[in-house]
């Protein structure tokens, strides 16, 4: 009787649950509860061959800004980044083009990018610097309507051959975050990060560098960054932790001008050897989302995602969720990338067929919705 009484619960909370799942942007117009415009394409003004544009992308506000890497210049892999205003309600202008002042062939400028309201930043992994691989990033401040500085160029103070700084970046406000995957701060590649504080206008100090709590060899601490207010994150898809490669992300906390705390490492709740959790990370607020692109979830390479949040009072961050599609396929690296803002987030899983080959599919879902009805299905099997 106790089952028969809970079962209209459980049929009503399935068919809620359903109408909730992740619409596939590809072939959807309609997003339940919300609605979403038809799709607009945009292209470089000048594309090229190979140029990878969309490599990376970013938007706030009326702007957006799109990576390059690949786009040669006046050279060979120099990189660009073009950034697109909006104009209407789905329409965009030409866009304009940024570049490092001092682009080099195989910098591969705009493999990351980021912008937050008046400033934009990309990252040059590949910069050579004083030596070879160093990495840089330039941070460029919005003058007009669609007019762009020349940039400020920022570089690990303590750069070293092949670190890989800006293979990352992210910037809030008057911070800038950028990523150094390969960087030897106390083990070969255990990696660092380094947040840089805005001064003035488009200046910035030297950067205060940040490394994981239980830094080791090959960690790749700082493959993926994220800052959002007085919280970061950063992603480590490289540590073993208990096995091979199973990832993890750090959060700190800003506790002064550039000051950070370290405050909670986040683990897979499904820990599974090569899943390379913490390739992509997103924070937004009081939650956070965690790609694992080569997480198996019975199958090969379907990849998850995985969403905590911050119980603010102890700052203590629970893991609330784990997103995955219905119609999971072996090789789909299902959170390749990822985004969360408010009740919504995004994964990429830049594999899925799609009635091809590697055609890609994005999935955009509404997870606090997902999370309540998970939680009343539990409280009604518990009474």
Known sequence: MKYLKILPVIILSLIIFYSCQPADVEDQKEITPSKWSSELKINASDAADNDRFGDSVSMSGDYAIIGAPFENGSGSLRGAAYIFRRTGTNTWDSGTKITAADAADSDEFGISVSISGDYAIAGAFREDGAGTDRGAAYIYHRTGTNTWSTGTKITASDAADNDNFGI????????AL???????????????????????TNTWDTGTKITASDPGSWDSFGSSVSISGDYAIIGAFYK??????????????????????????????????????????????????????????GGVNRGAAYIFHNRTATNAWDFVLKLSPYEKENGDFFGTSV??????????????????TDRGRVYIYKWSCLLKIRLSICKNLLK
């Open 168 to 175: 990352s970046v992210s910037i809030s406000g008057d911070y």
């Open 178 to 200: 950028a990523g150094s995957r390969l960087s030897d701060t106390s083990e070969i590649s255990s990696g660092a990060a380094y947040s840089f504080h805005r001064t003035g």
């Open 240 to 297: 073993n932790g208990g096995g091979t490669r199973r990832g993890a992300a750090y959060i700190y906390h800003r506790y002064n001008t550039n000051s950070w705390d370290f405050i909670a490492k986040l683990t897979s709740p499904n820990p599974e050897d090569n899943s390379e959790f913490g390739n992509s990370v997103s924070i937004f607020g009081d939650n956070v989302i965690v790609g694992a692109h080569y997480e198996d979830c």
């Open 339 to 356: 985004s969360i803002s408010g009740d919504y987030a995004i994964a990429g899983a830049f594999m899925k067929d799609c009635g091809g």
